[in-house]
Nanobody, 122 residues
Framework: QVRLVESGGGLVQAGGSLRLSCKAS????????MGWYRQAPGKQRELVAL???????TYADSLAGRFTISIIDDKNTVYLDMNTLKPEDTGVYYC????????????????WGPGTQVTVSS
């Protein structure tokens, strides 16, 4: 069973920074890409950023320039550096890992973390 462990959320003032991290661990798991989504109260979950193990990135248009995603692919670990945070960045941030299990390489797998709360005060 693959498990995603997120850390780094918390309370920060507007204009501040946070770094989220997420590690996917489990026997034989190899990531194709990992990323972050967020869900604000009363809103749908939305993409924040994705990164492939090759380093290709995708960002939500509204966040490019303030958020940076990075990956240590041999450790199945993804980071999200969030700068110049705004109150509207408040929400639960979820990690996602997409890849394969070595013993079943024909079947793609997709996992989500439990989420970490980010609160930005004005």
């Amino acid at each position: 069973q693959v498990r995603l462990v997120e850390s780094g959320g918390g309370l920060v003032q507007a204009g501040g920074s946070l770094r989220l991290s997420c590690k996917a661990s489990g026997p034989g798991f190899l990531a194709y890409y990992m990323g972050w989504y967020r869900q604000a109260p009363g809103k749908q979950r939305e993409l924040v950023a994705l990164i492939t193990v090759g380093g290709s990135t995708t960002y939500a248009d509204s966040l490019a320039g303030r958020f940076t995603i990075s990956i240590i692919d041999d450790k199945n670990t993804v980071y999200l550096d969030m700068n110049t945070l705004k109150p509207e960045d408040t929400g639960v941030y979820y990690c996602r890992a997409n890849g394969k299990i070595e013993r079943m390489p024909w079947e793609p797998v997709d996992y989500w973390g439990p989420g970490t709360q980010v609160t930005v005060s004005s």
